[in-house]
């Protein structure tokens, strides 16, 4: 198993991965429960923002040179909705302190292998610029929230956030998401 890391340093070397990231990002996301329509052309602004945004970070999982997952995100203060969201709900938050998981994806073949766990093991291994994560996930997304909770996350009670988008149907619905932190031991 092979891991790449990519910061805002070494940005354009993701680019070999795109459409595979690609592929994956909207396989994730337009099964159950998200069934959210996204363009390649949306994806390729989502991944832009994982390295051009303050402390952006990616990490891919390849097995035999194949994406099987990846997980994304940059600073919390670089989202405003969410920043406002959870630096709220507690005074000891500070969204330029924490990073915000925005992605985390697995292929579908790759599924229920422990690879969402390799990658959320990775992220808090790799990325020493932030001692506080958090993490969004929809609220009936248990094996997303399983994986995190297996690595130390717990859900913020009482911190939700309602997203509307648009639906591989065309329609534009919402959804609740749930959020889940994790803060590094000093």
């Not at 939700?160 to 031991?185: M, P």
Request: proline share 1%; with cysteine.
């Amino acid at each position: 198993m092979e891991q790449h890391i990519f910061t805002n340093e070494n940005a354009e070397e993701i680019s070999r991965f795109k459409a595979e990231l690609i592929n994956i990002y909207i396989e994730s996301f337009s099964g159950e429960p998200y069934n959210e329509k996204f363009t390649p052309a949306d994806v390729e602004n989502v991944i832009h923002s994982w390295l051009h945004l303050s402390g952006g970070f990616s990490l891919i999982i390849a097995d035999h040179s194949v994406v099987a997952g990846f997980i994304a995100g940059y600073n919390l203060q670089e989202e405003d909705a969410l920043g406002e969201i959870i630096c709220n709900c507690s005074s000891d938050l500070i969204c330029s302190d924490i990073f915000y998981v925005a992605d985390l994806c697995i292929a579908k073949k790759y599924r229920r292998n422990g690879y969402a766990t390799k990658l959320i093991e990775s992220l808090l291994d790799n990325n020493i610029m932030f001692n506080e994560f958090i993490a969004r996930t929809n609220c009936v997304n248990t094996g997303s929230q399983k994986s995190f909770i297996h690595n130390g996350f717990a859900i913020m009670n009482q911190v939700d956030q309602v997203v509307k988008s648009k639906r591989i149907d065309g329609t534009l619905q919402q959804d609740r998401r749930i959020f889940l932190y994790y803060k590094r031991k000093k």
